[in-house]
Nanobody
Framework: HVQLVESGGGSVQAGGSLSLSCRTSGFKYGNEACVAWFRQAPVKEREGITAIHTDTGEAYYDESVLGRFSLSQDKRASTVFLQIDNLGSKDTAEYYC????????????????????????WGQGTQVTVS
């Protein structure tokens, strides 16, 4: 069955950087699927911030994180990485990765953004705290 496991969260000083990992299993990574990152800050709704197509490597970024967030992947390890630079207090949140197993997932993401209703499988989350 499909599983996603996030890691790499922690406490970081403002201005610093952090790299989160999302290790996936249970589906053919590199086939037609998208893996996205969401975050949920205290007393706020969960928001989708970025996604990558596991076959083409095409990445999508919400405009709120452009320039500071960077996605990459290791297909052999079925893992997606999220690099966050110049962290600020607004980045304090629980970060989740999720998978959308649909061949044309990136077309949907480009049209609608990263919506949690489109993503079928979720990790348990990893906390990032910026002080």
């Amino acid at each position: 069955h499909v599983q996603l496991v996030e890691s790499g969260g922690g406490s970081v000083q403002a201005g610093g950087s952090l790299s989160l990992s999302c290790r996936t299993s249970g589906f053919k990574y590199g086939n037609e699927a998208c893996v996205a990152w969401f975050r949920q800050a205290p007393v706020k709704e969960r928001e989708g911030i970025t996604a990558i197509h596991t076959d083409t490597g095409e990445a999508y970024y919400d405009e709120s994180v452009l320039g500071r967030f960077s996605l990459s992947q290791d297909k052999r390890a079925s893992t997606v990485f999220l690099q966050i630079d110049n962290l600020g207090s607004k980045d304090t949140a629980e970060y989740y990765c999720a998978a959308y197993l649909y061949w044309n997932c990136m077309r949907v993401v480009r049209a609608r953004g990263v919506l949690d209703s489109d993503f079928n499988y979720w990790g348990q989350g990893t906390q990032v705290t910026v002080s």
